[in-house]
């Protein structure tokens, strides 16, 4: 498998994920567009047992689409040099200055500051 589809799993084992299917049928869409969502960096897949799976916390709780800012700071961590990986631990990692895990940060009021930080890791 392309490393561009999938990255090590650095994700605790409780973080409920949801498998490329799966992930399609939550968007409402076919399981290539997922493939595509994928391969245009704007959200980023593990690999446990040998399937790829998408966290849950990268969709929004509309569930018809993915949550406004990931692909946003996927792009601005990517940008500055940061491996899927190291983005991964950035936004699952609790942070008690938000207080709570960036990517949770993500669906609320603290989006921005989230971005923000973001831009300024890349730099």
């Known amino acids: 498998m392309s490393s561009k589809y ?15 299917p799966e992930a399609a049928e939550r968007l409402g869409v076919v399981v290539t567009k997922v493939m595509d969502l994928l391969n245009d960096h704007k959200i980023i897949a593990v690999q446990r047992d040998g399937v790829r799976y998408v966290p849950v916390a990268f969709f929004s709780t509309k569930k018809e689409n993915t949550a406004r800012f990931i692909p946003g ?16 631990a950035f936004l699952f990692t609790e ?20 971005m923000r930080r973001a831009q300024a890791m890349a730099v």
């Open 95 to 114: 942070d008690d200055t938000l207080p709570g895990r960036p990517i949770d940060a993500l669906h609320g009021q603290l989006a921005r500051e989230v």
């Open 6 to 20: 999938v990255s090590h799993d650095v994700l605790p084992a409780d973080e409920p994920l949801l498998s490329l």
């Open 73 to 88: 700071v996927i792009a601005l961590l990517s940008d500055g040099g940061y491996s899927d990986e190291e983005i991964l």
